[in-house]
């Protein structure tokens, strides 16, 4: 019996920085994952996942990340997304810094 489909946001890393980043429904891209696009359609998925490596002069290493319906957009579902829209995690720095400081 096939897994029922869970909703995707598409996730790169910014090529001149390294930040992650997610693809929105404009086919432009943003670091806040509550911007990206929630793919709740299993044909549309592989699809925008096309439209997003096209793009392979800005972006690197596209995939699809499972996610869910947030009360303000899209939100990780798996500890490794929570984990990289967060930044690396040896210092403080970046986003770290920032949302200490909040």
Known sequence: MARAFTPKVITA??????DVI???AD?????????A????????????LLDAEKQNIRIVGAYLADAKAGPNGPEPT?????FRRTGPSNY????Q?????V
């Open 13 to 18: 890393n910014d090529l001149l920085e390294g």
């Open 78 to 82: 798996h500890f490794r997304e929570d």
């Open 22 to 24: 997610y693809f929105t």
């Open 37 to 48: 696009e929630l793919i709740t359609d299993e044909a549309v998925a592989p699809l925008r």
């Open 92 to 95: 403080f720095h970046g986003k």
């Open 27 to 35: 086919d432009s891209w943003t670091r806040d994952m509550a911007s």
């Open 97 to 101: 810094e920032a949302e200490a400081n």
